[in-house]
């Protein structure tokens, strides 16, 4: 009869061993997928970009350093690897589009063409999209880095090689502002 109850006792112990291992592994899994939520935002993002320059600069041929500043902001982002170059490209093409679109004010007939604000459209629902997936992500790295601080988890976090995760923050404090966009 103990040995039936220490038998018991074990497989209690080690089902909530896996249970917790489990957690964290599936909590670090989500960090990463919501991660990959953001580059596929910016991706969408760059993508739009060339066409939208290209539409502007049709109207705006002396605006070359605002042209060269978005091209090689979305340059940056599209080669950024790293979490923090990730971050940072993402925070300085924010930035290049708000001087493009600051460029789309001063010219009227731009503002009213059909491609132009079929772009700009485009582009504000793409900013929803990058803003939604950053929030998704930090309420991951919230959830993930709360289990590895908090018991009983915290004593199984080296065990499954996971830690606690950077939160996705915006370098400059002016883009994390969606653009102006005013028709």
Avoid: C
Avoid at 14 to 19: A, E
Avoid at 138 to 150: S, Y
């Amino acid at each position: 009869m103990e040995i039936i109850i220490a038998l018991g006792v074990i497989a209690l112990l080690i089902t909530f061993l896996v249970i917790q291992y489990n957690r964290l592994i599936r909590l670090n899994v989500a960090v990463d997928e919501s991660f990959a939520q953001i580059e596929v935002q910016l991706k969408r993002r760059a993508d739009l970009i060339p066409n939208l320059v290209e539409t502007v600069k049709g109207y705006a041929e002396h605006e070359k350093s605002t042209f060269d500043a978005v091209v090689s902001a979305r340059a940056k982002a599209t080669s950024a690897t790293s979490f923090t170059d990730v971050a940072a490209a993402d925070g300085m093409l924010t930035q290049a589009l708000r001087g493009l679109l600051a460029v789309a004010e001063a010219y009227p007939d731009l503002k009213a063409s059909a491609n132009f604000l079929s772009l700009q459209d485009e582009l504000s629902t793409t900013e929803n999209k990058v803003s939604f997936a950053r929030q998704f992500y930090n309420d991951t790295v919230r959830e993930l880095n709360t289990a590895v601080k908090t018991v009983p988890t915290n004593f199984f976090a080296g065990f499954a090689k996971v830690s606690e995760r950077e939160f996705y923050e915006v370098e400059d404090p002016q883009s994390r502002q969606a653009p102006n966009v005013k028709f």
